[in-house]
């Protein structure tokens, strides 16, 4: 019986989409909601293609990740997880680590730009988030250690790895494990602009089971089952790295991207495969904490696989936000070639339920258009721009409303400024809002204009269906708590 509801519900909210879209009826479409995407520089596979090797292809680099941010808003994407750390390797001048070999061929080389920084700031202008996304756990691939240099983690820190498979992995029981983390955590938080950090592979590898910690489980065991003493491993790293953030930047919203399948749920298996009991990855734990702000589930699975766990999520959430991924690349004929109707019903289920919003792996298939997916969330799914969910649980002050000054520039723009506003230890952004109606309604999503940076806005009025619609401005802050509205009217008489 469970499962049919799972179907029925999915394919009800699925015609409903479509019918009420159909007449852009704002009312279904949610104001607040992560829609985000992983954007992975790992082998270049979204980004980048081209070699910074000179100065104009590194401006063809930088060229390269401004078209898919374009792709993106285009879209309705608000959340950009951006990979920064690979295998022990990162996107940005550390410290800590040497400079990934995706950005010019060689590893620790400079590519002549600060990459992560270029990403935040044109994000930025585009009135998306950057959540800087981390692989945690995996140290180095074995054949590309030597090719690092000094800097790779076998050279600098030999003692916190284990060799399992192809890979040297860092050893969660070690307490040291987490103190290394954390500093990277700190020195891109305390760094950059950042608006999140996301944290992958936060977890034991695949074939735990001849993962080589013996020795590390003999000497930090204190007298724990193995597998409780690999969670509370994990969780300890977790809690480290989340205080640490918060300790710098408490606005910058600290995510993780878990198993798909928490656990077994009623009647449904996990099948062998689950967060808390294949990789010790007590996410749900993280959530009831406070040690973990949302979560992307990696939810590539359709059927019985997805729904059922999917609500799982979000019925232990504890009030933060779950914002289980997508498999779009399974669409691909390379893939599994499914059918855009699976994909389809898994947004219209989700939205059904209410969770934190959805995700998409990756980039490159959201943005190349595989199935008909950028088609259909831009003129379906996401026909309006949405906001993100507010972490009330950090901070829940409304933030000043803007003081907004007003000027006709010209016989079709209208120009708005108003002084900086300051909330929460962080400068602020801004929501335009236009309207037929007075007062405009912010509450309606259909109203929403863009979201920008800087205290100015100038408004086009040729780019409307009327001609001098009401305007509105509200403060957003950096934990995303809105302001009550300052109203506009364009009407005004001509310079």
Wanted: hydrophobic share 35%.
């Amino acid at each position: 019986m469970k499962r049919i509801l799972y179907t029925i519900y999915a394919l009800f909210l699925c015609i409903l989409v479509h019918a009420q879209a159909l007449f852009t009826n704002p009312e279904i479409f949610p104001k607040r909601e992560v829609r985000a995407v992983w954007l992975t520089t790992l082998g270049g596979l979204d980004w980048p293609k081209t070699k910074a090797t000179n100065e104009w292809k590194c401006e063809a680099q930088q060229e390269e990740l401004c078209n898919i941010l374009d792709r993106l808003k285009e879209c309705g994407i608000n959340t950009v997880l951006l990979q920064v750390r690979t295998r022990g390797s990162v996107i940005y001048p550390s410290n800590i680590e040497p400079w990934d070999i995706v950005l010019t061929g060689k590893y620790d080389k400079d590519p002549g730009y600060d990459p992560l920084a270029f990403a935040i700031e044109e994000t930025h202008k585009r009135g998306m988030e950057l959540h800087a996304w981390m692989v945690t756990i995996p140290g180095v691939k074995i054949e590309n250690a030597r090719k690092m240099g000094r800097k790779s983690l076998v050279y600098t820190h030999p003692r916190l790895l284990k060799k399992h498979g192809d890979t040297y992995y860092l050893d969660p029981g070690l307490p040291d494990t987490g103190d290394y983390l954390t500093r990277l955590c700190q020195e891109i938080v305390g760094n950059y602009d950042v608006d999140g950090i996301h944290f992958d592979y936060i977890r034991y590898p695949e074939n735990s089971s001849s993962f080589p910690d013996s020795y590390t489980y003999k000497m930090y065991g204190d007298g724990l089952n193995k597998a409780d003493w690999r969670r509370d491993n994990i969780t300890a790293i977790v809690q480290q790295m989340y205080r640490a953030v918060k300790e710098l930047k408490p606005w910058v919203r600290v995510s993780c991207s878990p198993v798909g399948k928490y656990d077994n749920v009623t009647r449904y298996s996990a099948r062998g495969w689950s967060a808390y009991s294949t990789v010790y990855q007590d996410a749900q734990g993280w959530l009831k904490l406070g040690i973990m702000d949302m979560l992307f589930p990696m939810m590539y699975f359709q059927g019985d696989h997805f729904y059922p766990f999917a609500a799982d999520w979000q019925e232990q959430s504890y009030g933060r936000s779950v914002v289980p991924g997508l498999g779009i690349y399974f669409l691909s004929p390379k893939e599994q070639n499914w059918d855009l109707g699976v994909i389809k019903r898994e947004l219209a289920y989700l939205r059904m339920i209410n969770v934190g919003g959805e995700a998409y792996f990756r980039s490159k298939f959201l943005t190349e258009n595989e199935k008909g997916i950028f088609d259909y969330l831009k003129s379906i799914f996401y026909p309006y721009q949405a906001i993100m969910p507010a972490m009330t649980w950090q901070n829940n002050i409304i933030p000043e409303a803007p003081d907004v000054q007003v000027k006709r520039t010209g016989p079709t723009t209208v120009r708005l400024t108003w002084q900086p506003v300051r909330s929460g230890g962080s400068s602020c952004r801004y929501i335009i809002y236009a309207s037929r109606e007075v007062p405009v309604d912010i509450s309606n999503p259909a109203n929403l204009i863009t979201i920008v940076n800087e205290p100015e806005y100038t408004y086009n009025l040729l780019t409307a269906t009327l001609w001098n619609l009401h305007l509105a401005v509200t403060t957003l802050d950096r934990y995303g708590n809105e302001s009550l509205p300052h109203f506009i009217n364009t009407d005004l008489p001509k310079e």
